[in-house]
């Protein structure tokens, strides 16, 4: 799913579809609106996470699997409107989806791995817990690859901006070859959910562009 946003991202195509049917549109899954909570209401998530625990109940994984991808783009696609919110309890919801998908996207899911991961997933949905990560901005090449927490900022949150760059003053000469080579492998390290590394790269590109 990862690779399709990232497509998205890179020809600057917003991504819409699913999250306007299962956020806005869809009686049974309604819209993140503001409230006290960290994060404003995330029913919308439950829903859809529990739509996942109800299928890999059967078994079926690969189904289970298609239903988290769903979660995934609109989780991703809400992203610039949640984590703003509060960044630490965003991190924490997302690494509980993180776990989700991995489990269900190993070699060989099984119930219990899974079942851990929806619990977890649903505690951090119910109560988003900040973070307690710690050290500051971290810089690659002058850019800021982490939030004040420490957290890896999100890939397609920095190809975004290496996209931009690229489109608003092109490199030339061995430049461009450089920058190429550190967008794909930038690329290469979001599809394989490597926030760090991807960052690390594309700061390196961005870097190169705005010199």
Not at 78 to 98: I, K, S
Not at 138 to 157: F, Q, S, W
Not at 160 to 169: E, P, Q
């Amino acid at each position: 799913m990862r690779q399709l946003l990232l497509a998205t991202v890179l020809i600057a195509v917003p991504v819409i579809g699913f999250t306007m049917v299962e956020m806005t549109l869809n009686p049974s899954t309604p819209a993140v609106t503001a409230n006290p909570q960290p994060l404003g209401d995330l029913a919308a998530f439950e829903a859809i996470a529990g739509d996942i625990r109800t299928i890999a109940a059967t078994g079926d994984f690969a189904a289970a699997e298609a239903r988290a991808t769903d979660l995934e783009t609109a989780w991703d696609v809400a992203q610039p409107t949640l984590r703003p919110m509060n960044t630490a309890a965003w991190g924490a919801v997302d690494d509980a989806a993180d776990g989700v998908f991995k489990a269900l996207r190993s070699d060989k899911p099984n119930a219990r791995d899974v079942d851990a991961a929806l619990t977890a997933l649903d505690a951090a949905l119910r109560d988003p817990v900040p973070s307690t990560a710690a050290g500051g901005v971290t810089l690659v090449a002058g850019i800021a690859v982490t939030d004040e927490t420490g957290r890896a900022l999100p890939c397609e949150v920095m190809l975004r901006a290496l996209t931009d760059g690229l489109a608003a003053k092109p490199p030339g000469g061995a430049a461009k070859i450089q920058v190429s080579d550190l967008q794909a492998k930038a690329l290469e390290r979001c599809n394989a959910d490597d926030d760090r590394n991807a960052d690390a790269f594309t700061a390196q590109a961005l870097a190169l562009v705005k010199g």
